[in-house]
Nanobody, 125 residues
């Protein structure tokens, strides 16, 4: 049974940093993605990492501020968020898929088969 466990959310001030963690269990995965959903808005892509190569992908609005990386522990990824803004306030979700990497569009949420429970990030001005 696949499980994704996220942690690291919280309340911070604008300009602060947070690091979210996501650990998956159950099998190997090709991609890990981070998505977020703010109140009243649709879920949107934040960033993704292809596990075998380490290649990363980002939404334009987080480039230069957020970094997705692999942890030393197998099946652990991080989302390092710097220079946080109030508009970054959302529930952040980790997602993963075992599909072959060439079948996945990393920014597309429909390509991910397993999702974490979400962690709240609130950025005050």
């Amino acid at each position: 049974q696949v499980q994704l466990v996220e942690s690291g959310g919280g309340l911070v001030q604008a300009g602060d940093s947070l690091r979210l963690s996501c650990t998956a269990s159950g099998r190997s995965f090709s991609y890990y993605g981070w998505f977020r959903q703010a109140p009243g808005k649709e879920r949107e892509f934040v960033g993704a990492l292809r596990w075998d190569s380490g290649h990363t992908y980002y939404a334009d609005f987080v480039k230069g501020r957020f970094t997705v990386s692999r942890g030393n522990t197998k099946n652990t990824v991080y989302l390092q968020m710097n220079s946080l803004k109030p508009e970054d306030t959302a529930v952040y979700y980790c997602a993963t898929t075992p599909r072959d990497w060439y079948l996945v569009k990393p920014e597309g949420d429909t390509y991910y088969d397993y999702w974490g429970q979400g962690t709240q990030v609130t950025v005050s001005s």
